[in-house]
């Protein structure tokens, strides 16, 4: 995927209203009256969010009769969710050593709370 390509596509994904148009998408084919249900948009509104989807390479528009189905098109999300999961190997390995850490913290506040108990003990 081309940089510019990557680009258009996250600048689609910024949008909460075109994720969640996506996510019913997931679920089948929609009309456009159908994806503005959910949202306090006018149709106008649904129609600019689609052809933003569309230019993206997000979604698909067909034509039967009245009926414009639209349909989501996995290519372009899957291309964007390989170039993150390039990241995810940086990700894991930070949150490894944050966990190590976090765990001799905890051993030596645990090893600290004994010398006080014992310390009280002893008193």
């Known amino acids: 995927m081309s940089s510019d390509q990557l680009s258009v596509t996250f600048a689609a994904l910024a949008d909460p209203t075109r994720r969640a148009i996506l996510a019913r998408l997931a679920q089948g084919e929609a009309s456009v009256t159908e994806l503005a249900k959910p949202f306090d948009l006018s149709l106008p509104g649904v129609s600019k969010h689609l052809k933003v989807l569309q230019r993206a390479g997000l979604i698909t528009q067909s034509r039967n009769a009245q009926w414009r189905p639209c349909r989501l098109e996995g290519s372009r999300l899957k291309e964007a969710s390989e170039w993150v999961g390039e990241y995810r190997r940086f990700w894991d390995e930070s949150f490894e050593r944050l966990d190590a850490v976090l765990q001799e913290m905890i051993k030596e ?9 014992g310390s009280k003990h002893d008193a």
């Open 109 to 117: 506040q645990k090893e600290k709370e004994n010398v006080d108990k």
